[in-house]
């Protein structure tokens, strides 16, 4: 069975600031999926960032970029120029690949506060 | 364009009574799943489906029961209300292998 660890329960960075949250993960698979997902106040689930295994290169999207790297399995999210409105729970998931992927793997989650 | 609409958004049931978490989407997807969310835990699956007619269990599906007759339904049923499922529940639904998993927006849920 997979697990995803996420190691830091809290973190808070000043606004503008960068800040890197942990995510290490334990699979014997190699195709497989890794997403960030936020969850602000509100509730909601957003989908930040979502990396293929078999791809090298690391996923960015604006502020947010991974650090992914496959033989450490490790899938750290950076997120630059912090805003107030990053202010949320982050969540690492895995997903395995190839056929009956039905299973959204989460971490505990990392409580990220933006202070101003 | 709808998404996942989940209802409803909060309800409070007494120990021992039913009650049905509605879940519909329209974006055609072939997957559907639901998760419960606790303090401390993440998320976790309580049952899935990969199409109308087909569904299965994931970690946590006792006390609890779904069906698919649709595409775009995918109910969860609670047979009879614990505390323990005091939660916040999730069901999302995706399109096809490794894509983004879409959200609804949660059913707080307590179980007094």
């Known amino acids: 069975a997979q697990t995803v660890t996420q190691s830091q329960p809290e973190m808070s960075v000043q606004e503008a600031e960068t800040v890197t949250l942990s995510c290490t993960y334990d699979t014997s698979e190699n195709n497989y999926y890794l997403f960030w997902y936020k969850q602000p106040p509100s509730r909601q689930m957003i989908l930040v960032i979502r990396?293929?295994?078999?791809?090298?290169q690391n996923a960015t999207e604006n502020r947010f970029s991974v650090n992914f790297q496959k033989a450490a399995k490790s899938f750290s999210l950076k997120i630059s120029d912090s805003q107030l409105g990053d202010t949320a729970m982050y969540f690492c998931?895995?997903?395995?690949?190839?056929?009956?992927?039905?299973?959204?793997?989460f971490g505990k989650g990392t409580l990220l506060t933006v202070n101003p | 364009n709808a998404g996942v609409t989940q209802t409803p958004k909060f309800q409070v049931l007494k120990t021992g009574q039913s009650m049905t978490l509605q879940c519909a989407q329209d974006?055609?997807?072939?997957?559907m799943s639901w998760y419960r969310q606790d303090p401390g835990m993440g998320l976790r699956l309580i049952h899935y489906s990969v199409g109308a007619g087909i569904t299965d269990q994931g970690e946590v599906p006792n006390g609890y029961n779904v069906s698919r007759s649709t595409t775009e339904d995918f109910p969860l049923r609670l047979l009879s209300a614990a505390p323990s499922q005091t939660s916040v529940y999730f069901c999302a639904s995706r399109l096809r292998e490794g894509t983004e998993a879409f959200f609804g927006q949660g059913t707080r849920l307590t179980v007094v």
């Open positions: 990396q293929e295994a078999y791809k090298q």
């Open positions: 974006m055609n997807h072939e997957y």
């Open positions: 998931a895995f997903m395995k690949g190839g056929g009956s992927n039905y299973k959204l793997t």
